[in-house]
């Protein structure tokens, strides 16, 4: 069982910039990858970023490419998510993510408890 404690939300006016933290409870060299999803009010969680444990390669929403960026700390096993140029739309619940893949196809999703980040016009 993998826990995910997120810290680093906040509210921020649009254009300023806000540093997501996700502490994982175990290396994350176990874990195959992880990401940030967000969920704003009356719409679906969908994938921010996410970052590939073998390799370190990484996959960015069109909404955030350029502005955002995950990055990793081995030692620490945490990731974070770099949020410049924030916009109003930017407004949402930010949740961390880890997924094991096994064989056999198992794969066993972690999430955290989320934070929120808000961003004023």
């Known amino acids: 069982q993998v826990q995910l404690v997120e810290s680093g939300g906040g509210l921020v006016q649009a254009g300023g910039s806000l540093r997501l933290s996700c502490a994982a409870s175990e290396s994350i060299f176990s874990i195959s990858s992880m990401g940030w999803y967000r969920q704003a009010p009356g719409k679906q969680r969908e994938l921010v970023a996410l970052i590939i444990s073998n390799g370190g390669s990484t996959h960015y929403a069109d909404s955030v490419k350029g502005r955002f960026t995950i990055s990793r700390d081995n030692a620490k096993n945490t990731v974070y998510l770099q949020m410049n140029s924030l916009k109003p739309e930017d407004t949402a619940v930010y949740y961390c993510?880890?997924?094991?893949?096994?064989?056999?196809?198992?794969?066993?999703?972690?999430w955290g408890q989320g934070t929120q980040v808000t961003v004023s016009s």
């Open positions: 993510h880890a997924v094991i893949f096994l064989s056999a196809g198992r794969r066993y999703d972690y």
